[in-house]
């Protein structure tokens, strides 16, 4: 339609930065000898990463910060972040380091995203206690995240339960 035009060079300087919010992974059901199992399945792993960054430096994107959601604690339905544990699927702790490593020297920033105000799960032995973590509401019981779903007319839960502000500290 027109709507979204092309910068001009005058528009862009080199200091003009490409956000990329970029996927881990996500919890799908497989089949394994017949029986259905729920697996992290990786959309974006980190080695991925560095091939988008290799490939739009070629291209001549300029300098970029890549954005990771889902990348620790059980992906895109992760658990509250009393711990930080990087998913197996998208590399571990080591193809984190050297996702690292790798945007040390080629000038690119990286920013874990971690949700602080939900948990989809709750791990044993995680530090997590409903009693000193969870948001209450009026009547003592134990909010979760709702959207509204306007083909039946009510809310629906969505996601897990609300952490309260007092608790923020127990995060790493």
Wanted: charged share 25%; net charge positive.
């Amino acid at each position: 339609k027109g709507d979204i035009t092309k910068f001009k060079p005058n528009q862009v300087s080199k200091d003009t930065k490409l956000f990329l919010e970029v996927f881990g992974s996500i919890k799908v059901e497989k089949k394994i000898a017949t029986f259905p199992v729920t697996v992290n399945e990786a959309l974006t792993t980190f080695e991925d990463i560095k091939t988008i960054q290799k490939e739009l430096t070629d291209l001549g994107v300029g300098p970029m910060n890549f954005i990771l959601t889902g990348f620790a604690n059980g992906g895109l339905e992760a658990e509250y972040p009393t711990y930080l544990k990087w998913q197996k699927v998208l590399g571990g702790v080591d193809g984190y380091v050297e996702l690292m490593k790798y945007a040390e020297e080629n000038g690119v920033e990286i920013a874990p995203n971690v949700n602080f105000a939900y948990s989809n799960g709750v791990k044993n032995f995680s530090g997590f206690k409903y009693k000193k973590t969870a948001a209450k509401a009026l009547d003592g019981r134990y909010t979760t995240k709702r959207e509204y779903d306007a083909s039946i007319q009510m809310f629906q839960r969505k996601g897990g339960v609300v952490i309260s502000t007092d608790s923020y500290d127990l995060a790493y």
